[in-house]
């Protein structure tokens, strides 16, 4: 084994404590990314089946006037 006088030992242990702060902070840095990510997406996600609602109702709407202009010419036709 080394014997490490104690300047060494101090650098030892400054090395080790900064390594250790140095994954800390990586760790925090990167929850932070993931999360403001993930509610990124969410968003995305809650805006595009707005979207998709909305679509949907047009499309019914739309439907229901077809439907009823193909009533209007069949009944204009059976005149």
């Given at each position: ?5 104690d ?9 080790g ?39 949907i ?23």
């Open positions: 084994m080394y014997i490490l006088s300047t060494e030992e101090i650098l030892v242990l400054i090395v404590l900064s390594l250790v702060i140095g994954l800390l902070i990586k760790s925090y840095r990167d929850y932070k990314s993931m999360t403001n990510e993930y509610n990124i997406k969410m968003r995305k996600k809650e805006n595009d089946e707005k979207y998709v609602k909305n679509l109702k047009e499309i019914n709407a739309k439907n229901e006037l077809l439907k009823k202009t193909a009533e209007l010419i069949k009944k204009n036709k059976s005149k």
